[in-house]
């Protein structure tokens, strides 16, 4: 007579080993789509931008060879952690050609507490509205009272092909002596 046991044991076995693999293709399952769905989440986080931040501003011809600076917008890709905004202002920056015949740009914010500043041909000076300081045409502090801790921040500038004036657009960070970018 055979055992009952015995002949259960085959059975048995095969169940654990199916519950086994069905355990197994349910955590795949789970986890593979959520693997991705991750790397979709965190990818702006880890791209790093090819760009070497100049910014086509303006066409050499459209400034005046006078030496006064002229406001021009930047308009760039702007790009944060999740979305792209194609050909939107990102700010703006002065443009002056100097007696040398360079081109010299600032960026138009105030290095005291962020405020745009405004070039007044008469007495020929930079002014800023919230506090009243003062900058030279060089971005130069005009005025030993004025609250800015430093200058204006020059801009890197490239003339390309003779005719396209590129900027290295950055923003610094406001009431430093020291000129510190803007992560
Ligand atoms: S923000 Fe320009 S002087 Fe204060």
């Given at each position: 007579m055979k055992d009952a046991t015995n002949i259960a044991q085959p059975d048995s076995r095969r169940d654990f080993v199916k519950k086994l693999?069905?355990?197994?293709?349910?955590?795949?399952?789970?986890?593979?789509?959520?693997?991705?769905?991750?790397?979709?989440?965190?990818?702006?986080?880890?791209?790093?931008?090819?760009?070497?931040?100049?910014?086509?501003?303006?066409?050499?011809?459209a400034l005046p060879s006078d030496g006064i600076p002229r406001q021009f917008p930047v308009i760039a890709t702007?790009?944060?952690?999740?979305?792209?905004?194609?050909?939107?202002p990102i700010g703006a920056v002065y443009l002056r050609r100097t007696s040398d015949g360079q081109v010299q740009a600032f960026n138009v914010v105030c290095p005291h507490a962020g405020c745009n500043v405004d070039f007044l041909p008469e007495p020929g000076h930079y002014h800023c509205p919230c506090h009243n300081s003062t900058f030279s045409v060089a971005g130069k502090?005009?005025?030993?009272?004025?609250?800015a801790a430093r200058g204006l921040d020059a801009l890197e500038v490239e003339?390309?092909?003779?005719e396209e004036i590129w900027v290295k657009y950055q923003n610094f960070q406001a009431g430093r002596a020291e000129k510190i970018p803007v992560a």
């Open positions: 693999l069905a355990s197994v293709i349910s955590i795949l399952v789970s986890v593979v789509p959520f693997g991705a769905g991750l790397i979709v989440l965190l990818d702006p986080l880890r791209r790093k931008s090819s760009d070497s931040g100049f910014v086509r501003v303006a066409s050499l011809a702007r790009i944060d952690a999740w979305n792209t905004f194609s050909q939107a502090i005009d005025d030993p009272s004025s609250p003339v390309r092909g003779g």
